[in-house]
């Protein structure tokens, strides 16, 4: 290959793919390459993505992409050892238009990929980027092995651990900004499905926890319903599962093995499991001479305890990405100044304004209070209603008595919480 | 459900390279007490063999964590060469 591409994606996830359709879309000369066999071999995520961004880019897309369900119920518990508290909200206003979807990334990846070859785009999977190609200070291309490509633009989509944004000296790799995820896929019938979780078919839920399923380490457990398995998993920041001494694969078993849970997966069959680190609060810069970083590379996500928007981000920035391209290339200027119109894209767009609207919540979602005090304080709260044995007491009574000594506390995570989230 | 992580991993399909993709500079952790690595790694691929601690790239799940979750910077890490390592059916 000897030709000069007007951009070259490196990463076949949804921001590559997402980019990769906006440019071929547009008649641009694109390629795609992917280190996975096919695209999505590679990539994971808990199973929720918010429809938003992809219904502007393909409207209606949840009539051929192979989505799993329509979320429509969403749950929040609290766990403490023995008990639960859980916060159950369901809505059919969510199904129509879709709200969100639970989804398989390696199937829903590689029919996205798909839509950007159908577009024009060309795919090459089976190639690992090596390095960036370097001309007069400024991106002009891409190194695998003995191969050298060049293009007007690079977009690194190379996902959390972005080798290619720490090339070109945009990320730095921190502990503290990263969370690790492990999940595991578990079949079951449709109908166990449904039953378990009170669901209509094609309807979907959405389960988070938090509390002793971390073992009071910051971040949480969930629950997602795909047609005929479950997507259960982990997440706790990595800094502080170090100083836990806790083992990141016992978090997992011991959450199977919590009575809350083992009840829903009774039966059920493990079919995969899967890990993969999230950059929870990893900012990396979005351009370069000619480059552009884009989706999880870029450390585009949004925790807003209730709502995680990672694969949202990632398809918004990669159209962005590509208009901004479309732009330099009409004035044949490919420096910094030029593809900094992708930022300003991404600050007009719900992308960089939800990040400035969430950029306080990282830092709250790491008070251990929340994983360790408020769970427990719920669970007991509950005990004392539930539990029948002599006179009873008002709720606002039992209410002061199981929060005695901690009151300030709570009100200042309150206002924190509020200001955060 | 209690499974043990070589059973989990054998649920997994993975195309493994001669090539290492992860390096350890063992020399390294043995000044390291802690040995974070035994516990982060999702696979569990850092174990201690008499002392030492060996790294097992065959496993690996290329999540990245030990790319900058090990304290002393003993990691040298990359991905598979393109085709190889894990490949999800469900991811």
Redesign the interface.
Known sequence: MSEKFDAIIVGAGPAGSAAAYSLAKMGFNVLMVE????P??????GGRMYAYALNRLIPDFWKEAPVERCVTREKLTLLSEKSSVTLDFQDNELLEPPNSFTI????F?QWFANKAVEAGATLI????VDDLLWKDKRVVGIV?GTDKLEANVVIAADG??S?MAEKAGLKK???KE?A?G?K??IEFSGKTIEDRFNLASEEGAAQLFIGQCTKQIPGGAFIYTNKT?LSLGIVVY?NQ??ES?????EL??EF??NPAI?KL?AG?K????????IPESSRTGLFTDGLLVVGDAAGLLVNSGITLMGMDMAIASGMAAAEAVKIAIGKNDFLKKSLSYYEYLLKNDFVLADMHTFKRSPKFLQNTRLYSLYPELACKLFHRLALVKGPKKRLFDEFLEETKGKKIQIIRDLIKGLRSL | ???S?ED??G??SF?VDKEKHIKVETSICRQCV?K?C???????RFTLEKGEIVHNYEGC?????C???C?KGAVD???????Y???????
């Open positions: 280190r996975g066999k096919y999505g071999a590679k990539n994971v995520m398989l990334r390696a199937k990846d999977p089976n190639i690992r695998a959390a651990v080798l790799f921190l502990a990263f690790i492990m595991e896929i398995s990595i599962l170090i001494k806790v083992e990141a694969y997992m078993r199977n093995s083992a997966i059920g493990i079919v995969e499991y899967s890990a993969h680190v | 459900m209690n499974i992580i989990q991993l649920l997994i195309e802690d974070p035994l516990r982060f790694c999702p696979s569990k799940l290329e999540c990245g964590s790319k900058f979750a304290p890490f990359s991905y598979p060469r393109g085709g390592g894990v490949y999800y059916k469900y991811g």
